[in-house]
């Protein structure tokens, strides 16, 4: 929720700033500003809505002077997205401005003290305290000051902070929220994400929580809560600008989904060795398996409805038990867990606080985290006992697709790798089943290229009002997922529900043309969910099935089909997600709809 960029160097700030803003567009976009140091004076530009309003103001940064400063896009939490909470938020005298990304959580009791002293408060955020106690701790030193004020808050921040008196420095403090420092040549930055970054420099310097950084023009030093330097390792980021671009497709999301292929093969090769599962992953070769009684697998969002489809493969080839839980849920549930609880943790952007505040209650009670990120050095990344990275590069668009299916192949190879070790799995059926987890790029590849009529179908579902997603067992999980692409950025009313469970009252909702998408694709539950597929067709409904060539019964009762190739029924739902994120897509591009930015969400969400 919300980023942050800052600089300072021989170049002109803003547009640097306002380009870096549009590369974290993604995590926050209902309203922006910058502030530069001008002399001895900060001028600030704020807009409600988007990077490009700002960009328009400003004149893309020319009517804004000056070679050091911070920015900030945001996703609201405490406020409207108006301009006044829009940050930087600045002090009473103009002296200090500041962009938080974050929650202070004790801002109302700090508020009340700070306005008892005659501060007066300009918007309704939580950040806004943040500013007045700089102003009233300073001591002529901005970095004694800022280090101060972050021992009186409570929650999470990443800060920038300028200050009239020094227009060459920007000071950064980290807990709990991303921030990485960009180290150049005559000019430093920061950043909430390496992608506002790698335009500029490809050395990183990834902050911890209670680190903050003091960064000139020469120098970035870093320091923690005592004022004493700390050493840090400069990590060379090897991603392409590319990657980060939408390199010729009208959307990320598209570009996304058509990368899965690659993103799915990066994530499986490294780790496919002489026939076997080998982890490049640091200790995780000598987890101990067998002292595990259960699988707790936590996570939000899609990320969550990847462990649904995990569950399965956990479950057929370790035969262990495995919970999936809402990270949001299980954090305030009292779990039953253990040290013999192995907590599989899963998230794209590896910052999303309930799964963070899930996976630190679980460790607490003595659970080993495995956790499966995609963002490299983000905090549950930090955090587990043991990462998985899933090589999927930068997911720009909200909506997630290569960050599900290489989720998705984590969890495939680690069940498979865990099914052989703990000896549930023979050599014969451990091999059978690789070969054929190796072929799920080109599976991938397959239902990517077989459905050109998806834009074609789009245009017939379009203008439903509810739109239903049933299926059984994987193919339930893959229900699930599908329907949250589809409300997430096509803003139809989507469900999904296990097809045996229609007749317990949902059927009640099906009438004439109601659209219902129908997973058929666990072969040996194809029969039963072709009879649900009856049930709902004699009640009216218009029928989409997605399902794999050959099942000639669902031809004669579908309206529509949609094909996927067959896999190995337990990693299906990698293959059987990539239609319904293209009918999804095409459905909200039918419709008009913001697909990479769909309205009141954000990438990566860091506040509870
Ligand atoms: C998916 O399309 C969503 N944007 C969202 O559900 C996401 O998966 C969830 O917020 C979890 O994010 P994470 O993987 O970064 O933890």
Redesign the pocket.
Known sequence: MCGIVGYTGNHEAAPILLEGLKKLEYRGYDSAGIAVMNGNAISLNKVSGRISNLCEKTDDGKATPGHAGIGHTRWATHGAPTVVNAHPHMSNDGKFAIVHNGIIENYLLLRDELQQKGYHFNSQTDTEVVVHLIDMYYNGNLKDTVIKVASILQGSYALGVVCADDPETVVAAKKSSPLLIGVGNGENYFASDVTALVPYTRDIIYLDDGEFAEITREKVVVFDSTGKDISKEINHVNWDIQAAEKGGYEHFMLKEIMEQPNAVNATMTTRLKDGDIVWDDPGLDALDLSSFNKIVIT?????YYAGCAGRYAFEQLCRIPVQVELASELRYNDPIIDEHTLLIV???????AD?IAAMRECMSRGASALSIVNVVGSTIAKIADYTIYTWAGPEIA???TK?YTTQLTVLYLLALWMGKKLGKLDDERFNLLLESLKTLPDSIQEALDMNPMIPELAKKYHQAKAVFFIGRNTDYAVALEGA??MK?ISYIHAESYAAGELKHGTIALIDDHQPVVALCCNAGLQEKTISNIVEVKARGAEVLAVTCKGSEEIVSVADDIIYVPQTETVFSAAAEIIPLQLLAYYVAKENGCDIDKPKN?A???TVE
């Not at 899963?346 to 999303?352: F, K, M, P, V």
């Open positions: 996570a939000c969002g899609s990320a899963l998230s794209q952007s590896g910052e999303t799964t909200v909506a997630t960050g949250l692409k997430e969400l990438k990566s969400v």
